[in-house]
């Protein structure tokens, strides 16, 4: 597997799910818009949980929702994202490892992403821990294969929605499910990061 990119979008709706719930573990699915060979371009992420995260059958209704919704906006799954409830532990969970092995029966190039809890506030790194699948484990990815394009503008911009309160726009697959009028597909947060990113550098 070569390099990842991650969008801004992507990148923005993961921190502040993790920032969202900072006691929680939290999950996400990984998408892309981009049918192009090479690098996998993860252009949105969909928020799942927040709770409960090894409950099967949430995680499997999730995963069918956000399939069907993918084919028909001619996206497709490419990954999973977390963060563990202890902000120095960005290890995989078995959780983590069997959703992401799922993933990777559909996308051979699926990659798993870890939030490191412990470098959020950092200003000089993404912080991301990144594995790949390779001979049936997951293992470590070198670092430097983790492309975000003008990093100081999207770490400004993620930082403007927290501390504005903008944070609570997001609605993950729980949140939906205790109320059903919320829209996990989180159409109002999107056009909220779009308007902040497209006066900083263009369309990230």
Same mark, same amino acid.
């Given at each position: 597997m070569g390099e990842v990119e991650l969008s801004c979008r992507a990148y923005v709706k993961m921190f502040l799910h993790a920032s969202l719930f900072p006691r929680c573990s939290i999950n996400g699915l990984l998408l892309s818009s981009s049918s192009a060979g090479g690098a996998v371009c993860v252009t949105d992420c969909v928020p799942l949980l927040h709770s409960h995260l090894p409950l099967a059958p949430i995680t499997q209704l999730a995963l069918t929702q956000v399939d069907v919704w993918c084919s028909q906006t001619k996206q497709r799954i490419v990954g999973y994202y977390q963060a563990n409830a202890c902000v120095t532990d960005s290890s995989p969970t078995p959780c983590a490892m069997k959703i992401a092995d799922k993933i990777s029966e559909q996308f051979d190039n699926a990659v798993l992403l870890m939030l490191d809890g412990s470098k959020m506030s950092s200003d000089r790194v993404p912080p991301i821990v990144?594995?790949?699948?390779?001979?049936?484990? &997951?293992?470590?990815? *070198?670092?430097?294969?983790?492309?975000?394009?003008? &990093? *100081?503008?999207?770490?400004?911009?993620?930082?403007?929605?927290?501390?504005?309160?903008?944070?609570?726009?997001?609605?993950?697959? *729980?949140?939906?499910? *205790?109320?059903? !009028?919320?829209? &996990?597909?989180?159409?109002?947060?999107? !056009?909220?990061?779009?308007?902040?990113?497209?006066?900083?550098?263009?369309?990230?």
């Open positions: 990144m594995y790949e699948r390779k001979d049936s484990r &997951w293992l470590l990815k *070198d670092k430097h294969t983790i492309m975000l394009r003008q &990093w *100081d503008e999207i770490r400004s911009i993620a930082t403007q929605m927290l501390e504005s309160g903008d944070h609570s726009l997001l609605v993950d697959f *729980d949140s939906h499910l *205790d109320d059903i !009028t919320k829209d &996990w597909t989180n159409q109002k947060l999107n !056009t909220k990061i779009a308007e902040l990113s497209s006066p900083a550098n263009g369309n990230i």
